[in-house]
Structure formats: C-alpha cells, structure tokens
C-alpha cells in the first residue's frame, strides 16, 4: 500500500482536531456540549479513516446509495464545508460570550463608580450640615 502526502497530511489535521475537541470537551471550556464533542469525532474521525481507507468512500457510496465513488467524495467535501461553518460558528459563540462578559464588567465598574460618587456627596453633606 502506497501512502500518499494528503493521507498523512489529512490524517495530521484529523489528529490535531480530535485532541483539540477531546481536551476542550474534557476541560469543561464554554460552549463545549457532547454534541459537538459527538460531531467533532465523527467528521475528523471520518476524514482520516477515508484518508487512510480511500476505498472506504465505496463503502459509504453503496450503503447511501450513491452511484459512484466520485459522488461520494463530493459529499465528503461539503461535510467539511459543513465543519468549517460548524468551526465558525463555534469561534462567533465564543467572541459573543467575550462581549457579553466585557460588557457586564464595563456595566458593573460604571456603576460602581456613580455609587462611589453619591457616596461622596453624602458624606459631604453630612460633614456641612455637621459645620451648621
């Protein structure tokens, strides 16, 4: 069996995403549900198996009765297109929490801020009636 240079390299990146995916999901980080620790496996856990086992496209070709190989492929394509926009919207998720949570701090110091303040000026009120 010849090995190819997409193989190892489609089986480097598979390798990296799935480490990616398992310590994210096992670090508890944000946003990370079974789900998608679920779809991660699947689809890079897919791209290396087809990677190593070309022929297995026949496989998944006749099983969803697809035609040909060539098909099967394409299909194979737009599921990591369907992974790249799973990427992204993973990344969105994360920027709008970030945003959510800068936002919460921003609110809270400026409140604290104008609590600070009336404070002061009760405290000067009191220290002028105090002088009356």
Not at 67 to 86: E, R, S
Request: without cysteine; proline residues 1%; charged residues 20%.
């Amino acid at each position: 069996m010849k090995v190819h240079l997409y193989q190892v390299v489609m089986v480097a990146i598979s390798s990296v995403m799935l480490y990616v995916g398992i310590k994210e999901f096992v670090s508890r980080e944000t946003g990370q549900t079974l789900l998608k620790l679920f779809v991660r496996l699947a689809v890079w856990g897919g791209m290396a198996l087809i990677a190593v086992y070309p022929d297995f496209t026949l496989i998944i070709a006749n099983v969803m009765g697809v035609v040909d190989n060539f098909n099967a492929v394409v299909m194979m394509g737009f599921l990591m297109v369907f992974l790249l926009i799973f990427k992204l919207l993973s990344a969105i998720e994360k920027i709008e929490q970030n945003v959510s949570e800068l936002t919460r701090k921003e609110a809270l110091g400026e409140a604290h801020e104008r609590i600070e303040q009336l404070r002061q000026k009760i405290r000067e009120k009191k220290q002028a009636q105090a002088k009356d």
